[in-house]
């Protein structure tokens, strides 16, 4: 699904045009993103939850050359589904875990 397909299932649940649609679409993503930025976690019951991990600096190797490469410490974006999205994924795993 791309962020198109998303703006027209939006559009497509009221009577909302496709430019309103779009800014619905882009408010969610970047009320997600400037939490994201400024430290905050963000949790949606049902869905998951989004967060900041730290990576530590580490020693790289280039693959072409085989050189051995500093790479720095940075912030990436992670994401965690909930076990109820989890369950909707994988149907049949969910049915095992309760007999």
């Known amino acids: 699904m791309t962020k198109a397909d998303l703006v027209e299932k ?3 649940l009221g009577d909302l045009t496709r430019r ?7 408010t969610i993503f ?3 993103i400037g939490a994201l930025q400024s430290g905050d976690k963000i949790e949606i ?10 990576r530590n600096p580490r020693i790289g190797r280039n693959p072409k050359t ?23 994924v ?6 095992k875990a309760v007999s």
Not at 45 to 54: A, D, H, T, V, Y
Not at 68 to 84: C, D, G, L, N, Q
């Open 20 to 26: 309103d649609g779009e800014v619905i679409v882009e």
């Open 66 to 88: 085989g050189e051995r490469v500093e790479v720095p410490a940075k912030k990436v974006p992670y994401f965690k589904p909930s076990k109820e999205l989890r369950d909707l």
């Open 30 to 32: 970047s009320s997600v």
């Open 10 to 12: 939006v559009t497509a």
């Open 45 to 54: 019951r049902g869905f998951g939850s989004f967060r900041i991990r730290q």
């Open 90 to 95: 994988n149907p049949g795993e969910a049915a």
